[in-house]
């Protein structure tokens, strides 16, 4: 006949086992369910900052990457840049929206390729803006630097029906801090609808010169 303790000893390891094996399980699912729980929440704070078309930071988000920027310059002008697509409407009225839209993202692609480590964000619709770190604020390497845009959007868009190009008017302000920061893309903005109505194809630019409070 079976010994009592050894039936009771063997029971109570078997249940040791078992609970074992479900603390064990839950450990895992407790584990699983918080891993998805962070990537939502991380998706989440993507799709806040971010401009769900094309992938760039959104103008929220920009605020907060120029002034970041501009802090550890620490006093040093950086150059504020507003960019919108010339006749872009023309695109979307012949080709499509989903054409406009491959346009933008191949747009977005180049500008953050040439902005590099500095921050450009997509504004809305065919409007993008930038703060660029620039060794001086001197007339000639801007206009440079605008001609390097200039040739990086000229290149060829592919689409599925056709080839395209598109052109640019971009406005820049100097900027030193981030009190001036808003008050900069606003004479950017302005210098880039002066620029607009430029009829020229060379790259059409216009800096706004007037540091904020300079009135």
């Not at 094996?21 to 699983?32: D, F, K, N, S």
């Not at 920009?62 to 697509?85: K, Y």
């Not at 990086?152 to 080839?163: E, F, G, K, T, Y």
């Not at 430029?198 to 009135?215: E, F």
């Amino acid at each position: 006949m079976p010994d009592p303790l050894t039936i009771a000893s063997g029971v109570c390891a078997a249940g040791a086992l078992v609970s074992s094996w479900q603390l064990h399980r839950r450990a895992v699912q407790a584990e699983t369910e918080i891993a998805a729980l962070q990537a939502e929440l991380a998706a989440e704070r993507y799709a806040a900052s971010h401009d769900p078309l094309t992938g760039l930071p959104n103008r929220r988000a920009f605020h907060r990457l120029a002034a970041a920027l501009l802090t550890r310059a620490d006093g040093r002008p950086l150059i504020a840049a507003v960019l919108d697509l010339d006749d872009f409407k023309q695109i979307n009225d012949r080709y499509g929206h989903a054409a406009g839209d491959q346009v933008l993202i191949n747009v977005a692609q180049r500008l953050a390729a040439f902005a590099g480590d500095d921050p450009v964000a997509r504004l809305g619709g065919d409007e993008f803006a930038g703060l660029l770190t620039a060794p001086e604020v001197e007339r000639r390497w801007l206009e440079h630097a605008t001609r390097r845009l200039h040739d990086v959007l000229a290149a060829p868009i592919r689409l599925h029906c056709a080839s395209v190009r598109v052109t640019a008017s971009v406005g820049l302000a100097p900027v030193s801090c981030p009190a001036q920061l808003s008050e900069a893309l606003d004479r950017a903005d302005a210098a880039m609808y002066r620029a607009k109505s430029i009829d020229s194809p060379r790259p059409r630019q216009l800096l706004d010169s007037a540091r904020a409070g300079d009135r």
